[in-house]
Nanobody, 123 residues
Framework: QLVESGGGLVQPGGSLRLSCAAS????????IAWFRQAPGKEREGFLC????????YYLDSVKGRFTISRDNAKNTVYLQMNSLKPEDTAVYYC??????????????????WGQGTQVTVSS
């Protein structure tokens, strides 16, 4: 299972760091991707880190603002979000395909999911 944390309310231009902690399995070599779902929209994958810590961006709008990292000792992947915008408001999920390599931005390719954490960017 995956458990997200760190969401909340932040003003435009602010920062948040989300965490995705794995339990029940060792995720050291598993890819972990971040998805988000805004109201009325489909869930979209935007950033992934592979088992060897290479990162892949699937959404241009987050490049230069969001970064992903992993701490295998803690079985945790982090999403650092800077320069947040109102359009970043969504429920954020982490997912894993249960394999080393990222599987793109399609959520059907990911096997394990967290429950999601709400991120709201508003003044």
């Amino acid at each position: 299972q995956l458990v997200e944390s760190g969401g909340g309310l932040v003003q435009p231009g602010g920062s948040l760091r989300l965490s995705c902690a794995a339990s029940g399995f060792t995720s050291d070599y598993y890819a972990i991707a971040w998805f988000r779902q805004a109201p009325g929209k489909e869930r979209e994958g935007f950033l992934c880190i592979s088992g060897n810590a290479g990162s892949i961006y699937y959404l241009d709008s987050v490049k230069g603002r969001f970064t992903i990292s992993r701490d295998n000792a803690k079985n945790t992947v982090y999403l650092q979000m800077n320069s947040l915008k109102p359009e970043d408001t969504a429920v954020y999920y982490c997912g894993s395909p249960a394999q080393t390599f990222c599987r793109g931005s399609y959520d059907g390719a990911y096997r394990y999911w967290g429950q999601g954490t709400q991120v709201t960017v508003s003044s």
